[in-house]
C-alpha cells in the first residue's frame, strides 16, 4: 500500500476498522499508516493468488471468494432470474445516454471512435443531446419497475446521476413506484468545467481576418452554457412499505429505518445528512459532511453487475 499519506485521518481510521485493527482511536496520522501497513502486509502473505488474465465470457459467475460473487451479465437477466421482495438495497451508478454511451455501450468501442463527439480531442459524453433525457427516463423506467417487483419493502434504491439528468433518474423511479425519499448531493472540488470556447468557431466564420481577431477577443472570456459541476446527485428512492409501521417492516424485511449511531464528519460525531464529501477543503463542510472513501472490506453480498 503505498502513497498512504494522501488519505485524510477520518479515512484511516474507517480502514483501521475494516481491518479489524485494534487500539487506533487515539493513534496520530503516521502511526494509522504503520497499523495499516502492517495489518495488509500479514494479509497479503495469507492470500491465495488470483488470476485476472482471461476475460470471462458474458453470463458467467465469477467467485472470487466465500463471501462475494460477481455475475458477468446484463443486470436485466439477472434480476429476472431473482426472487420477488428479496433484494434488500440497491446502489447503482447506471449509464447515462450521453453521447452514446447508454446501456449497450463498450470502453474499447468508445475510445476508438473519433466522429461521436462534435470536437474530436474532447472526451466522450461532452455532446449534448435532447434526445438523451428521454432514453435515459425509458431505460431507468424499464429497470425500475423491474426493482419495484424484486426489492423488498422499505429498501433503498441509490442511483448515481448527473445535475442535467437527475430529474429524468428521479421520475422513472417516481413512476415505477418507489417513494423518493431525498437526494444526497455529494460534493467535490476536482472537477473540470466542461464549458468550450467559441473562437474555433469564430475562426471558420466567413470574416475578415480583422473581424475574426476583433470577435475572439470579444469573446475569448464566454463558453458555452456547462458550469463547472461540483457535485454528484444521488437520487433515494426507497420501496413503500405500504400499511406497515417501519418498525413492523423492520422486524419482517429489515429494511427501512436507518441507524443513527453512524457518524459523519471528520471527528465523527455527526448524524448523517443529504450532502457528502470524500475529500477535505472547508472547515465547516468537513466537520459536517466529510465521509470515508469506500473500502476493499469484503461483505457476504452478491454484486450483479450491469452491462
Not at 441509490?158 to 455529494?186: K, Q, T, V
Request: contains cysteine.
Amino acid at each position: 500500500m503505498s502513497n498512504m499519506n494522501k488519505y485524510t485521518r477520518i479515512q484511516l481510521i474507517q480502514m483501521c476498522k475494516d481491518l479489524d485493527i485494534a487500539n487506533y482511536s487515539s493513534k496520530k496520522k503516521q502511526d494509522l499508516i504503520h497499523l495499516i501497513q502492517s495489518k495488509q502486509e500479514l494479509s497479503n502473505s495469507n492470500e491465495p493468488s488470483v488470476d485476472h488474465s482471461s476475460n470471462e465470457p458474458p453470463n458467467e459467475t465469477i467467485i472470487y471468494n466465500s463471501n462475494i460473487n460477481l455475475f458477468n451479465n446484463d443486470c436485466m437477466n439477472e434480476l429476472e432470474n431473482m426472487q420477488d421482495n428479496s433484494i434488500d438495497c440497491v446502489i447503482t451508478d447506471p449509464p447515462y445516454f450521453i453521447d452514446r454511451l447508454d446501456n449497450t455501450w463498450c470502453a474499447n468501442s468508445i475510445k476508438k471512435e473519433n466522429t461521436n463527439s462534435h470536437i474530436k480531442h474532447l472526451p466522450k459524453g461532452m455532446k449534448y443531446d435532447k434526445k438523451q433525457v428521454k432514453q435515459l427516463y425509458d431505460f431507468y423506467l424499464k429497470l425500475a419497475t423491474l426493482l419495484y417487483k424484486k426489492m423488498k419493502p422499505g429498501a433503498y434504491f441509490l442511483s448515481f446521476s448527473s445535475p442535467r439528468l437527475y430529474h429524468a433518474i428521479a421520475m422513472s423511479c417516481d413512476i415505477a413506484g418507489f417513494e423518493i425519499r431525498d437526494m444526497i448531493n455529494w460534493t467535490y472540488t476536482h472537477s473540470m468545467p466542461k464549458g468550450m470556447s467559441v473562437s474555433h468557431i469564430i475562426q471558420k466564420m466567413n470574416l475578415s481576418d480583422s473581424e475574426k481577431e476583433s470577435l475572439t477577443d470579444q469573446y475569448k472570456n464566454f463558453k458555452t452554457p456547462q458550469i463547472k459541476s461540483c457535485f454528484e446527485p444521488i437520487c433515494v428512492a426507497m420501496k413503500p412499505i405500504g400499511k406497515s409501521t417501519f418498525i413492523q417492516n423492520e422486524l419482517n424485511f429489515k429494511t427501512g429505518l436507518l441507524d443513527f449511531s453512524n457518524k459523519v464528519g471528520i471527528d465523527q460525531d455527526k448524524v448523517p445528512a443529504n450532502v457528502i464529501t470524500t475529500e477535505e477543503f472547508n472547515e465547516l463542510y468537513d466537520k459536517n459532511f466529510l465521509v470515508s472513501k469506500p473500502s476493499k472490506k469484503v461483505l457476504k453480498i452478491n454484486i450483479r453487475f450491469i452491462k
